[in-house]
Each structure stands twice: as structure tokens, then as C-alpha cells.
């Protein structure tokens, strides 16, 4: 590895040869400084047990103490063993399916129906099934709310919940108890529906590895640190919770003494907490889609006397000011993956963080982001494009494209309205250090009367070209959603055909065909336009979000897989 004359990360390049990866994050304690380093993926450094007589030697068991690889010897852990979180990996392979299709088979509390309709229910939704005591199963389902609350669970002997679910298709891991010998759904005042539902048995899996935490999962540091602004904090997290507010990581206590990544109880947002409120704001919050559910994120905040600033994926999402005038203390305080009031960690998985209480460079920052995200098995991808691959709208819970590539961490340089040139001004305005792998996929804002679909082919290619002279990654282009509805209504009974021919021509060069075919790219990617199209060119109406040109979850998924099944194909992703 090659250090900067500090040390630190600034030169830190891709993992590779005989170098030990450690010595990336050890030259950032090297002078001493206070702070922590959790690495789930060394399994050398996680016990069973918080006492540390234990080791943690495989998938599927508990973690209650993992070691703090500082220095300072911060170890976190947790006493209650129901409490603790769970070492995962990614699922390879699967059991049978373990649930029956709603309806004769289920037993439904008042309020419920055994097709999975709720009015005002709180009471279960069940259905008797055959377990192995600690495997970990995989459950999926789909939740529509008019209001209150539910969330999964395993019962019988001691139960295993699931995070609350909100509406949207839901993943979770829930794991299997002495004693539990039934699944339920269970409402809390609930009026709505849940709709295919599937738990299977975790049989393999495979890097990347972490902490799997349900809702009460916390850990925690048994020696208190006196901590000192500036305060640099970080974690990479896999988001399975949908609203709710849960802690990441972070340093105090559970009043406002206290530095936190949240996740927010909005949407889509990730928040941080500030010391106290007489010191500084008490909280900000990232843009919608930043922290996009589900996905894997980088988030990191900074914490200095005057500002603070937060960023996902080292995209600057968020800098305040504060009433800091200098260097302020925390005495006595604990570091705490999960919340430090007891709530837990996120419905999701915590694959590593680092807190160092001591200036933290840009530089630092960007090479710390590179190692964590590589050293969690994951790669980089970058998105460029406008709202059919971003988040649209961001009023709802939706998902950006490659967000839902699982092992990969994703920066959307793609913006509702957003044309080419646009594109290209975003591209050129970004930091491109880290990405692995960069997917074009345009929209319908070139398609008009003006430029022909040779000249629109032109700005495209230049955006193509633009890209591979700033990017190592390998370049991918995307054909556009099938939108033919959307154009004829806009465009009218004259010009509708007239730009719907056009993009025909567009997809055809993009596919590498025609008298000006699309060069310079690395691949290809085409077969999510002929899954959503309905024979006429336009989006199939399960998988149009309502206007005819912007894809619903459901299509935004086909579009991943087709995007996942290239990278496969490509060696990038195994």
C-alpha cells in the first residue's frame, strides 16, 4: 500500500498482492488518537459471549463482544444474549419455501382475514411451520398501510422478531429460537394488506459479512471514553428498515450528549445528532434517496468547531453550521453500535465503522471509504442517467436502480429532468476515485422535435467518451424503458410517431446497430426493455408507476437483475 508522507489513506489504491488491508485504518490511530475500529468481517475479532470466552466461528451465531482493531481497546459488547446481534453473510442458497399461499392453512386474529386483509387488527396472522433451532431464514412480503403498525415474528418458546414493516416488499432474516414453531404476521392497529409472503432457510453464504441487528440489538463499549471534538465518525450499512428511527453507530449517551448516525424516521434519510442542543443544532439530515431502502451505504460525518457535515457514499449531502467555538469534551460517555438509548441497531447490517476523535482529511475520508466498502467484499457502482433509474418520486418509498444489485454500493449521478448535457455537467462535476463500474441509461428528456435522434446519438456517444477519459471503471450502456405511451399522449397524434421513431433509433444504437451504433463502451445491456415492454413499445402496466415513462419498484427490480446478470457474466459480481 502507498501512504501519503502523514501516513494516513490518501494514496490508498484497490486491495491487492500481499499487503495487510489493516494498515489502512491502523496509520489513521497511529499517533495515538482516541476512537474505535469494529471490523466484522475478522471473524479473530468477535466472541459469543461478552465475557470473550467464546469465539465466533461461523454464520448464524451470536456476537456478544467484538474487538476494538484501535488500539485503544474500546471493545464493544452486549450482556444480554437476547439482545445480541447475529453474524451474517450474503445468502447463496436456499431451503424449500416454508409458508403457505394465503388463505386455508392460516389462522386469522380478529381483524384479519386468512387472505392477508387488516382492519384494525392486533392480533396475528399464523400459520404452524417446522423450524431448526438457530438457522436463520430469509422473509420476504409485501405490505400495502392505511394505518398502525406491524412486524413478523417467530413464536412459540422464545420469540424472534422481525422490524416493524411499513408499506413497501420487505426483506428480513429472522432467526429460529428453541421452541418456535410458528410464523406470524402481528398488527398493531393495522389497516392494510400483506401479500407474498415467502420464509426460506438460509442454506450457504458468502462474503460480505456483518452484524445482523432486529430492532432491540445494540452493543456497547464497557469502558467509558473521553471523547474531544473534532469528531470524525463512519460506518457501512445494508438497510433493510424502512422508516423507523434506529441507531448505526456512534458516541455518548441517550440524552442530547451524544455524536449518532440515525436512521431517520422519514423515508430515504439518514440523520446525525450533535453533542447537546445548547452546543450546536440537534440534528440534520441527509437528501431523499441518499440513504435509499434497501441498499448499501458509506455514511459518514465530520464534526468540527463552526460546521459539520454528513455525507453518504462521500457525496456531501449535508454541511451546518454550529455555535462551536472551539474544542468541546465528552467525559465519560460510551461508543455504541446500534443506539445509545436502547432502541437497537437498524433492521439491516452493520458491516464495519471507525470513530477517531482527531482532524480527519478529505483524503482520509475518500481512502477510508475505498478500503471499508472493498474490505466488506462489495464493489462500486455509479449511475448515470435521469429519473427512470433515480429516485422518482422521492416523495414515495422507491429505489434507484442500482441500489437493489446486491454487494454493491451505489452513487446515483442521475437527476429527475436531467438531459444529456446535464448528464455530463453532473459527471464532470464528481469525484470518480472509487467506482468500479459505471451504467448509462437515458430517458425521454432528449426526445422532442428538435435534435434528430442522430444528433440526440452524438451527445450521447460525447457523454460515453466523456466518461471513459475520467474513469477507470468499465463503462455499460442501458437501453431506455419502453415509454411509447407516455410519447404519443405528450406528443400528440403528428408528432407522437415521429419521436417514438426516434427512439427506436436511439435503443438501436445504444444495441451497437444502425449507421451511427454507439461505441467505446465496455457492454451491453438490453433485456429489461423487452421484459417490461407490452408489444407496443409501451411500459406493461404492472410496471408503470402511473404516467407512462417512469418504472414502479417492481420494474426498477427487472432493470437491477438485467444490470446484476452483466456484471455475473462480465466476472465483475459473482
Not at 479473530?44 to 485503544?72: C, E, H, R, W, Y
Not at 412486524?151 to 418456535?180: I, M
Not at 426493455?529 to 406493461?540: E, P, S, V, Y
Given at each position: ?24 485504518i491502523e496509520a489513521l490511530f ?177 462474503a460480505p459479512y456483518g452484524l ?319 421484459t417490461l415492454n407490452d408489444g ?39
Amino acid at each position: 500500500l502507498a501512504f501519503d508522507t502523514m501516513g494516513k489513506l490518501a494514496n490508498y489504491g484497490k486491495l491487492g498482492g500481499t499487503a495487510d488491508p489493516d494498515a489502512v485504518i491502523e496509520a489513521l490511530f497511529a499517533s495515538g488518537e482516541q476512537g474505535a475500529w469494529y471490523d466484522p468481517s475478522d471473524l479473530n475479532t468477535m466472541f459469543q459471549d461478552s465475557a470473550g470466552t467464546t469465539p465466533v466461528t461461523a454464520v448464524n451465531q451470536p456476537v456478544g463482544k467484538i474487538l476494538d482493531k484501535s488500539g485503544n481497546n474500546h471493545h464493544a459488547m452486549m450482556a444480554v444474549a437476547a439482545n445480541r446481534p447475529q453474524l451474517v453473510g450474503t445468502p447463496e442458497t436456499y431451503g424449500s419455501e416454508l409458508l403457505p399461499a394465503l388463505g386455508a392453512g392460516w389462522t386469522a386474529g380478529a381483524g384479519w382475514t386468512n387472505l392477508g386483509v387488516a382492519t384494525s387488527a392486533s392480533s396475528d396472522l399464523s400459520v404452524t411451520i417446522s423450524l431448526d433451532v438457530g438457522s436463520m431464514y430469509e422473509l420476504t412480503y409485501t405490505v400495502t398501510k392505511t394505518s398502525g403498525n406491524l412486524y413478523p415474528k417467530l413464536t412459540g418458546g422464545t420469540d424472534s422478531y422481525g422490524s416493524y414493516g411499513y408499506a413497501n416488499t420487505l426483506k428480513q432474516f429472522l432467526r429460529a429460537e428453541a421452541g418456535n414453531t410458528t410464523f406470524a404476521i402481528t398488527g398493531a392497529s393495522f389497516t392494510g394488506t400483506v401479500s407474498a409472503i415467502s420464509l426460506k432457510k438460509v442454506l450457504t453464504w458468502s462474503a460480505p459479512y456483518g452484524l445482523y441487528g432486529q430492532r432491540m440489538t445494540r452493543m456497547y463499549t464497557d469502558a467509558n471514553v473521553n471523547a474531544s471534538v473534532p469528531c470524525f465518525m463512519a460506518a457501512l450499512f445494508h438497510s433493510e428498515d424502512d422508516e423507523l428511527a434506529y441507531g448505526l453507530f456512534g458516541v455518548g449517551d441517550a440524552s442530547a450528549n451524544q455524536i449518532s448516525l440515525i436512521k431517520g424516521s422519514t423515508p430515504q434519510r439518514i440523520l446525525n445528532t450533535l453533542w447537546t442542543v445548547a452546543d450546536g443544532i440537534s440534528q440534520t439530515a441527509c437528501a431523499p434517496g441518499e440513504f435509499a431502502f434497501p441498499t448499501t451505504s458509506f455514511v459518514s460525518s465530520m464534526y468540527s468547531a463552526g460546521t459539520q457535515a454528513l455525507q453518504v457514499n462521500e457525496n456531501a449531502v449535508s454541511t451546518v453550521s454550529n455555535t462551536w467555538d472551539g474544542t468541546e469534551v465528552m467525559s465519560n460517555v460510551r461508543i455504541h453500535i446500534g443506539s445509545p438509548d436502547g432502541n437497537g441497531i437498524a433492521q439491516g447490517t452493520f458491516y464495519g465503522g471507525v470513530i477517531r476523535f482527531a482532524t480527519t482529511s478529505t483524503a482520509d475520508r475518500r481512502g477510508l471509504y475505498k478500503y471499508m466498502v472493498q474490505n466488506a467484499g462489495h464493489k462500486f457502482i455509479t449511475a448515470v442517467g435521469d429519473s427512470t433509474v433515480s429516485l422518482y418520486p422521492a416523495t414515495v418509498k422507491n429505489t434507484p436502480v442500482p441500489c437493489l444489485i446486491p454487494k454493491t454500493v451505489s452513487t446515483i449521478t442521475a437527476h429527475n429532468g436531467d438531459t444529456i448535457a446535464m448528464q455530463k455537467t453532473a459527471w464532470l462535476a464528481t469525484n470518480h476515485d472509487n467506482e468500479d463500474v459505471v451504467f448509462v441509461q437515458v430517458g425521454a428528456n432528449n426526445l422532442d422535435t428538435t435534435d434528430s435522434a442522430t444528433t440526440v446519438i452524438g451527445y450521447l456517444q460525447d457523454l460515453i467518451d466523456t466518461i471513459q477519459a475520467s474513469t477507470t471503471a468499465r463503462v455499460y450502456i442501458s437501453t431506455m424503458l419502453p415509454e411509447r405511451g407516455y410519447l404519443m399522449t405528450y406528443w400528440g397524434g403528428t408528432n407522437g410517431p415521429i419521436v417514438y421513431q426516434k427512439w427506436l433509433d436511439i435503443n438501436e444504437a445504444i444495441k451497437g446497430n444502425g449507421a451511427t451504433p454507439i461505441t467505446n463502451v465496455d457492454g451491453v445491456v438490453s433485456s429489461h426493455t423487452t421484459t417490461l415492454n407490452d408489444g407496443t413499445g409501451a411500459l406493461l402496466p404492472q410496471y408503470d408507476y402511473g404516467d407512462g415513462i417512469h418504472p414502479t419498484l417492481a420494474a426498477r427490480q427487472v432493470v437491477a437483475d438485467a444490470w446484476k446478470a452483466k456484471l455475473i457474466a462480465d466476472g465483475v459480481l459473482s
